[in-house]
């Protein structure tokens, strides 16, 4: 712990070679890198994990994040600059512990911070934060984002400028609890041969701190139109939604949690339906990854996180990036970290 709040304290910059299975920022453990070009410099709005003296369980107690700091880089495979606390939990009056994944958006010279938090009750739920610069300090909202709920929200920008919160995780994550739509404190999960819980997405209004509308599924489908099932865990949503557009379709990808991948699925709409395709990374030294797909001058890349500067404790890791190959068929080439 001590290590970790002396390394905390101040910004700072590493210089490379960190390109392509390398640890972006070896000073901080940090993770679930969302990235985003905006202003034509690339900024990663990850998690910052500490050591809090937490005893590890199931739920992810020892995920015990206390702030978020926010990395930009004017190219990939150039110096990574922490810009040191954006955001920090004393300020959010309605956060109480365990600051997960976050992920940032842009609308009108402004910037917002999506990111979730145990309130008072140990209910996770979403709220945002705003700034007029992207490597902040935000300004977090009195009160989480209402209609929102459960873990790792993700803002996809649609072409035609519409914004969408994608939101939603298993487990920890408490997604299983929101089932009749009202948090009931007891897990609800699925029967094994039953469609599997799906992530939610609703669009934001124009003030982007604000659903615009109920909030929906997500509906992942196999290749036959069918829902996924709760017992095909190596495909079904667990966690760590993304969104991306290439050539016209929309990809939605996502961890599966307990089987340690990362995959995808495409569809015609930001709200789906999406139909399962492939696997985007084999298992991390960790227990997940979580990642964010970007394009930056031209070219398309995976951030995502390992374990390796802490030798595999799981709640300790380090964003890293690599590219990201989208085939002419519109499938994408599975990564397999560490290959020699
Ligand atoms: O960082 C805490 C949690 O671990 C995230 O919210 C999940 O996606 C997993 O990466």
Redesign the pocket.
Known sequence: LALGVALAAAAQTSSGPWFLDQPLLPGIYT??PSAHVFGGRLYLYP?HDIDAGVPADDL?SH?AMRDYHVLSMDRIGGAVKDHGVALDIASVPWAKRQM??PDAAERGGQYYLYF?AKDARDVFRIGVAVSSNPAGPFKADPEPIDGAFS??PAVFRDADGAAYLYFG?IWG?QLQRWASGAYQAKDAYPAPGAPALMPKVARLRDDMRHLAEPVRDVIINDAEGRPLTYGDNTRRFF??TWVHRYNGKYYLSY?TGDTHFLVYATGDSPYGPFTYRGRIMEPVLGW?T?HSIVESEGKWYLFYHDAQLSKGQTHLRNVKVTPLVHRPDGTIETIVPYRA
């Open positions: 993770a679930d998690s992810g995920f997960w994944a979730p873990i790792d995780g994550g966690e760590a961890s997940t979580h």
